[in-house]
């Protein structure tokens, strides 16, 4: 997912909002506390995304299976994201890589979904009527 463009006919709207936002939570309004708000916000789209196609399967997976998923897509960001030796390679890889952090916000989803459902009570999967996982080993 690219980082989202920002109407300018609309952008002192959202930097009024996201002022709103920090100050509420007691943080300082600053560019890099509302650049981090914006990145989270992309974040969002992609759980409103996959939330339209999925639905709130996430729920079902429990708190523990929502850490394990989270670690095992910041794995792949980690080995995805491992630059090159030279500085050549590096800029070639981050040239390719450009707009490809899909994972690093399901990383971020993931990691929200199990402060909620931890919130929530919602420790491990759910299993159906016969005492099958809804979900089959972790990362399957």
């Not at 309004?29 to 639905?55: I, K, P, S």
């Not at 993931?110 to 009570?121: E, P, Q, V």
Request: with cysteine; aromatic share 14%.
């Amino acid at each position: 997912m690219a980082m989202h463009q920002i109407d300018p006919a609309r952008r002192d709207n959202l930097y009024t909002a996201v002022q709103f936002l920090v100050e509420t939570f007691g943080i300082e309004y600053n560019e890099d506390n509302c650049e981090h708000l914006l990145t989270f916000m992309e974040a969002l789209a992609t759980y409103h995304q996959r939330t339209q196609e999925y639905g709130d399967l996430w729920k079902e997976a429990g708190a523990v299976h929502a850490f394990y998923d989270g670690m095992r897509k910041a794995r792949r960001v980690s080995k995805v994201w491992t630059l090159g030796s030279t500085q050549e390679e590096a800029d070639k890889f981050l040239t390719e890589q450009a707009g490809k952090l899909d994972d690093a916000f399901d990383t971020v989803n993931y990691m929200l979904f199990g402060i909620r459902n931890a919130r929530s009570f919602r420790f491990v999967e759910v299993f159906d009527d016969s005492g099958d996982s809804f979900f089959g080993e972790p990362g399957s």
